[in-house]
């Protein structure tokens, strides 16, 4: 597995970690449907402290706010993937891992700011929502920039590190780059979505 997530193949990258997203988000969102109580994390996550649970006037500033959020939430990934890595492994990589299990469990446990008019149980009625798409955004984002980081963690406790030589420069390949700019693509697009399903509720 180790192979498939630092592929020199972008899409090899993706569709590993995306599959152990997948396998995990499936995971959470079942156990949270039938084991946690509705509405347990719901005012809790980060973005519900950002956003609040009021959408905004319009559809446009709707979109701008959650797209602005977003795009914050990407900038962590790069920056995590930046700044260490542990036998290869980027640290970016466990953002979209832990972003996926929380979006499972608040949809299993219906804990959206704005929530829905009933927990949502498992099934492919996922699809219809924009949370997996921005999930896969964030997916193709960690594997596109996953070559850029600065530092190799040596051991975690005590933590010891040793710099990455030569210096990896912030840049990226042309795939890279391609793969970068798909992801923010996708990424406006869901939140597009996302703003529009908000304002139709």
């Known amino acids: 597995m180790k192979g498939l997530l630092i592929h020199e193949k972008l899409f090899v990258r993706f569709l590993a970690l995306f599959g152990i997203g997948a396998v995990l988000f499936t995971l959470m969102w079942t156990l949270s449907y039938f084991f946690l109580p509705e509405g347990i994390l719901r005012g809790r996550t980060g973005s519900a402290i950002l956003a609040g649970d009021e959408a905004a006037s319009s559809f446009i500033a709707e979109w701008l706010r959650i797209a602005a959020m977003n795009l914050m939430a990407g900038s962590l990934v790069v920056l995590a993937n930046r700044i260490y890595r542990y036998k290869g492994f980027p640290l970016g990589y466990i953002v979209p891992l832990a972003w996926l299990s929380m979006y499972a469990i608040c949809l299993g446990t219906n804990s959206f700011s704005i929530p829905l008019p009933e927990r949502m149980a498992p099934s492919l009625d996922v699809f219809g929502r924009s949370g997996l798409y921005e999930m ?66």
């Open 136 to 201: 896969a955004a964030f997916t193709l984002l960690a594997v596109a920039t996953y070559s850029i980081n600065l530092y190799e963690v040596t051991r975690f406790i005590p933590p010891t590190y040793e710099t990455v030589i030569p210096k990896p420069k912030f840049s990226l390949t042309l795939e890279g780059w391609i793969g970068f700019g798909l992801a923010i693509a996708v990424l406006l697009a869901a939140n597009a979505r996302e703003a529009y399903m908000i304002m139709t509720l």
